[in-house]
């Protein structure tokens, strides 16, 4: 749809939800949208549910808000964002970055760790603090909903497939091996777990995604992920297997 951008057309029609016990957070947003982008909007609050429905039912929409621009409905706060380009209208909703902000976040805090311990940003040490971290934040993410996590993984891991319970105690293990490993104690223990959820993992992810050449979900972030199994999946639990074999050496020295 053709948009002009001169000065003086930049104005948008916006109705939205605005009552006593509920502001639409979509509606908020479609606003900002609009307005980063120049727009003078004029806003219309539709106060009650029966003013929502009767708007609804006289243009013919299910939802709310509704931006018009130019005498022409753009849509609710997505279809807006397509309009300024800011999303594909082919999107299958496939992302990786639910797990670019949770390893940016175990990298600054192994960093954090580092500098604490050692006052200089980077070590060896930093490398295995950013492993385990990342494993307690990704067990963290699994245990928020262990039925759908469990759900997802039995879809590609081949020991879950064999032994259904080993998705429900997965995060447990991933988790405490993780804090273990952060705290550098009981290694006879934190070792050999990491070593056998990591190892089971990368067969399992390898197999799935390039010998059975299959798309699905990873159940790496949680069984809400939206992120594609593969190459991130297979680094993860290739991390857990390196660390797990170099923290083992080290005990065992």
């Keep these: 749809m053709p948009k002009d951008n001169s000065a003086d057309a930049k104005s948008a029609i916006l109705y939205r939800m605005v009552m006593s016990e509920h502001t639409c957070?979509?509606?908020l947003k479609s606003k900002d949208l609009l307005e980063r982008h120049?727009?003078?909007?004029?806003?219309?609050?539709?106060?009650?549910?029966?003013?929502?429905?009767a708007f609804k039912a006289e243009h013919d929409v299910k939802t709310t808000p509704q931006t018009f621009i130019?005498?022409?409905?753009?849509?609710?706060?997505?279809?807006l964002l397509v309009f300024f380009g800011k999303a594909?209208?082919?999107?299958?909703?496939?992302?990786?970055?639910?797990?670019?902000a949770l390893f940016s976040v175990a990298a600054l805090t192994a960093v954090a760790f580092t500098w604490y311990a050692f006052g200089t940003l980077l070590a060896w040490q930093t490398l295995g603090w950013f492993v385990s971290l990342s494993m307690i934040l990704?067990?963290?993410?699994?245990?928020?909903?262990?039925?759908?996590?469990?759900?997802?993984?039995?879809?590609?891991?081949?020991l879950a497939k064999r032994w259904v319970r080993y998705g429900y105690i997965y995060?447990?293990?991933?988790?405490?091996?993780?804090?273990?490993?952060?705290?550098?104690?009981?290694?006879?223990?934190?070792?050999p777990l990491?070593?056998?959820?990591?190892?089971?993992?990368?067969?399992?992810?390898?197999?799935?995604?390039?010998?059975?050449?299959?798309?699905?979900?990873?159940?790496?972030?949680?069984?809400?992920?939206?992120?594609?199994?593969?190459?991130?999946?297979?680094t993860e639990n290739l991390g857990m297997v390196a660390m797990s074999v170099v923290m083992l050496a080290l005990f065992l020295t």
Aim: hydrophobic content about 40%; some cysteine; glycine content about 12%.
């Design 38 to 53: 120049g727009y003078k909007v004029e806003d219309h609050h539709l106060k009650t549910k029966e003013e929502t429905e």
């Design 25 to 27: 957070p979509y509606g």
């Design 194 to 234: 990491a070593l056998l959820i990591g190892t089971i993992g990368a067969v399992s992810v390898f197999k799935a995604v390039y010998i059975d050449k299959r798309e699905l979900k990873c159940a790496c972030v949680g069984g809400d992920s939206n992120v594609p199994l593969g190459f991130v999946s297979l």
């Design 171 to 191: 995060p447990f293990i991933e988790t405490g091996a993780g804090i273990l490993m952060t705290a550098m104690v009981a290694t006879w223990l934190s070792t």
């Design 70 to 79: 130019d005498g022409q409905r753009i849509g609710g706060h997505e279809d």
């Design 88 to 100: 594909d209208p082919a999107d299958d909703g496939l992302s990786y970055t639910p797990v670019i």
């Design 138 to 158: 990704l067990g963290l993410q699994k245990l928020k909903d262990i039925e759908s996590f469990s759900t997802m993984f039995l879809n590609y891991d081949l």
